[in-house]
């Protein structure tokens, strides 16, 4: 199984992105779906993900900006980032928690908001 992330890219502050996670077996289904983020020098953080029963929960610095959504029938997982921050320039990565515990990693996508 592998998640195939896509929308990242260069965007003026105040703009807007939309990135994408496609699971490449449409028979695969994950417990969990989410998005988090690296920027260089820090850690990993939580962006976004959709718990059990699809409800989101977004990191504090995201609320009210981002939305995490998910369309069972393409098993795909988005996240539509607006009011983007430069201090949200990142790598952007997509993961897939198990049922059965354990997850993936997608490759990431870099998102770069300039001032």
């Known amino acids: 199984v592998q998640l195939v992330e896509s929308g990242g890219g260069l965007v003026q502050a105040g703009g807007s992105l939309r990135l994408s996670c496609a699971v490449s077996?449409?028979?695969?289904?994950?417990?969990?779906m989410g998005w988090y983020r690296q920027a260089p020098g820090k850690q990993r953080e939580l962006v976004a993900v959709l718990e059990t029963g699809d409800r989101p929960n977004y990191g504090d610095s995201v609320k009210g900006r981002f939305t995490i959504s998910r369309d069972n029938a393409k098993n795909t997982v988005y996240l539509e980032m607006n009011s983007l921050k430069p201090e949200d320039t990142a790598v952007y990565y997509c993961?897939?928690?198990?049922?059965?515990?354990?997850?993936?990693w997608g490759q990431g996508t870099q998102v770069t908001v300039s001032s």
């Open positions: 077996r449409s028979d695969f289904r994950f417990a969990v």
């Open positions: 993961h897939g928690r198990m049922f059965i515990g354990g997850g993936y």
